[in-house]
Nanobody
Framework: QVQLVESGGGLVQAGGSLRLSCAASGRTFRTYTMGWFHQAPGKEREFVAAPSWSGGTTYYADSVKGRFIISRDNAKNAVFLQMNSLTPEDTAVYYC????????????????????WGQGTLVTVSS
């Protein structure tokens, strides 16, 4: 089983940037796709971004395309989310996720079907 630990959330002004990190442990890490979801107050958890296992292909929610960059470092068992040009609408708890489904399926996966979650990290963007 994979365990996930996120870091990097916080408070930032609109237009600013944050970088989230997720470190994975567990012997089966290499069989999992890793990515990010977020959950805004009063809303369901939604897909944000996921990279392919090699990191060569990336997938994003429409709301973050062109602003967020996801990357994966298999040597460090980690995935990163660089968030730029943040807006108050990006305010949410961000969850690192791992699942054996391929990354190309992640934009269509319901959060209910994700196998492993991190504890979440709060990102607050002030206007």
């Amino acid at each position: 089983q994979v365990q996930l630990v996120e870091s990097g959330g916080g408070l930032v002004q609109a237009g600013g940037s944050l970088r989230l990190s997720c470190a994975a442990s567990g012997r089966t890490f290499r069989t999992y796709t890793m990515g990010w979801f977020h959950q805004a107050p009063g809303k369901e958890r939604e897909f944000v971004a996921a990279p392919s296992w090699s990191g060569g292909t990336t997938y994003y929610a429409d709301s973050v395309k062109g602003r967020f960059i996801i990357s994966r470092d298999n040597a460090k068992n980690a995935v990163f989310l660089q968030m730029n040009s943040l807006t108050p609408e990006d305010t949410a708890v961000y969850y690192c996720a791992a699942d054996r489904a391929g990354a190309s399926n992640w934009p269509r996966i319901s959060y209910r079907h994700i196998e492993v979650w991190g504890q979440g990290t709060l990102v607050t963007v002030s206007s």
